[in-house]
Each structure stands twice: as structure tokens, then as C-alpha cells.
């Protein structure tokens, strides 16, 4: 049967020798949104994020994406499966020695072997373009862009392989808030243009309010919630009273409100003239 979910995640458990990390944790992320997930710092986002992607071998659970299953899986067996998601972990995770161009052909290369020089370079001069870099960033070590370039980079990088599903571990940190606004900006386009399924760690309280469908919060070892953020804000934990209630939170939320606002007043102007 055709399942709309992308990721089904059931009852996972990881830990490191004393410390539980997850405890029967469940998420499911649907075909086409942007799930945000968030949760204070060291509650364990990156390790489900890796334990999706099989990156970290989990206790207990099970993990399905694309209605595969992923558990036990060996690297080889989920080729097919790994090629149709892009991975930009936190910092970029780019090889320094490598160019801008020469990183997003890392992927093509292991996948590809026998694609040639010139297709290589025409595809990651597409995807370099699709990410928003000037096309002189191709030649471009990474030590030689700013932080925000650094992280449209690694974008094309996990773009590389067109895939349908792209995990983004906090994109914005690190960045100036016009870069950051861009920065969602460009992720909201490309899970517009490309019919994307993002899931995206974050701490940015602006990003879950302008790009994000659901958001997921971890906190106590699970995912105690998930949904859109009215939902959320209906829900009385002490860690999102604090996180959307909060004077961040509340001058987010005022913000969106504010963009809102102005949006439709220029759209009255517009009527108008
Ligand atoms: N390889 C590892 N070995 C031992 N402990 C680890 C390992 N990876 C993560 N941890 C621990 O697991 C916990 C969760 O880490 P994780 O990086 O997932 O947190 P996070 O929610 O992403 O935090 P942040 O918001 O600060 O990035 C932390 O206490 C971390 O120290």
C-alpha cells in the first residue's frame, strides 16, 4: 500500500553506555512538508537524525523510509534508498581540500562512476546555481566563503543526487538574520521547485514560523509533540510554554504576525491602485 509518510520512525531507542538518549520514540514525517524538529540542546535530535540515515545503529525500534526498512541494514543494501535523500549536516561537513564543485561531484562520483568529467561538472554547476551561489563559487575553496556560502555549498552537495528528501541539522545557526531569512527562504523554494520533504533540526524560532508545515518536539527522551505550531501552543509543557511563550518565542510569533500583516496590507494597496 502507498504510505504518505516519507519516514516512519517507531519506537526507537539509542543510547551511549548509561545515558538514554531516545525511549521509545515515534515520529513520521509526510510526503512534501517541512517538519521542523526541535528540542533543548543535548536532547537528541542529531542522533535521530543519524539514526535515520544509518549513521548510528539504534537499540530497539524500527525506522522506515521510503517504506523501507532501514534497521540492520548494511550500507550496500540501502543504496537505493540513500541516494534518494541529500544530507546537510551542522557546518556543512565540506572536504576542505575539495573545491565548491569538486564536493558536489563527491556524491555522483560514488553513485556514478562512469559519468564523465564534463557531466560532472555541468551537473554540479546546475546544482551550485539551484543552491544560489554565484557560479565563481564552483572554483571556490571552502576556507574561501563566508559562513552562509559555506552552508548554500553544502546544499548543492546534498542536492547532488535529485533527492526527494533533504535533512538539514540547524542550516541557520551561525548566521546573520538576513542570511538566515534567506537561507529559509531558499529551502521553502526548493521544497516548492523540487517537491522536497524536508526534515530540519533547528533552534530558529523565525524559521519555524515562516517555512515550517509541523513541528516536532523532543523533550523527555520522546517526541512529546508534533504538529502544526497553533497546535503546539495548546499543549501545556513546561519546555514549550518556555520555548513558544517565551520573550523569543513571543516576539517570533509577533514577527510572523507582523510579516502577515504587512503582506495583506500591501496586497489592499495593490487592490487599491
Ligand atoms: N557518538 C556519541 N558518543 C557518546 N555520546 C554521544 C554521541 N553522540 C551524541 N552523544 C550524546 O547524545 C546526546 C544527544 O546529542 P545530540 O547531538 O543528538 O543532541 P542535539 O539535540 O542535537 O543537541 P544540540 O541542539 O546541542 O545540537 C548528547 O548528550 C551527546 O553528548
Known amino acids: 500500500m502507498h504510505t504518505p509518510n516519507i519516514i516512519s520512525v517507531t519506537g526507537l531507542c539509542n543510547s551511549f553506555g548509561d545515558q538514554i538518549i531516545h525511549q521509545d520514540l515515534n515520529i513520521e514525517v509526510r510526503r512534501g512538508e517541512i517538519l521542523g524538529v526541535v528540542g533543548g540542546s543535548g536532547t537528541g535530535k542529531s542522533v535521530l537524525m543519524r539514526s535515520i540515515i544509518g549513521l548510528q545503529e539504534p537499540d530497539a525500534g524500527e525506522i522506515r523510509v521510503f517504506d523501507e526498512g532501514m534497521i540492520g541494514k548494511e550500507v550496500d543494501e540501502a543504496t537505493d534508498v540513500r541516494r534518494r535523500w541529500g544530507v546537510l549536516f551542522q557546518g556543512g561537513a565540506l572536504f576542505s581540500t575539495l573545491t565548491v564543485a569538486e564536493n558536489v561531484q563527491v ?3 560514488e553513485f556514478y562512476p562512469d559519468f564523465s568529467k564534463e557531466l560532472l561538472e555541468e551537473i554540479a554547476r546546475y546544482k551550485i546555481f539551484l543552491s544560489g551561489l554565484p557560479p565563481e563559487a564552483a572554483d571556490k575553496y571552502p576556507s574561501e566563503l563566508s559562513g552562509g556560502m559555506r552552508k548554500r555549498a553544502g546544499v548543492a552537495r546534498a542536492l547532488a543526487m535529485d533527492p526527494e528528501l533533504l535533512f538539514l541539522d540547524e542550516p541557520t545557526a551561525g548566521l546573520d538574520p538576513i542570511s538566515a531569512a ?10 516548492e521547485t523540487l517537491g522536497l520533504t ?10 519555524l514560523y515562516s517555512i515550517c508545515d509541523r513541528v516536532a518536539v523532543l523533550a523527555d527522551r520522546k517526541v512529546i509533540a508534533i504538529g502544526a505550531i497553533e497546535e503546539l501552543l495548546a ?12 520573550p523569543r518565542g513571543r516576539a517570533a510569533r509577533r514577527g510572523h504576525s507582523d510579516q502577515g500583516e504587512t503582506a495583506h496590507a500591501k496586497t489592499q494597496q495593490l487592490g487599491r491602485s
Request: hydrophobic residues 35%; glycine residues 2%.
Open 198 to 207: 524536508v526534515f530540519l533540526i533547528t533552534h530558529d524560532l523565525d524559521t
Open 235 to 246: 499543549i501545556d509543557h513546561p519546555w514549550i510554554n518556555e520555548y513558544f511563550s517565551g
Open 107 to 109: 556524491p555522483l562520483r
Open 182 to 191: 534567506k537561507f529559509d527562504s531558499l529551502t521553502r523554494d526548493l521544497k
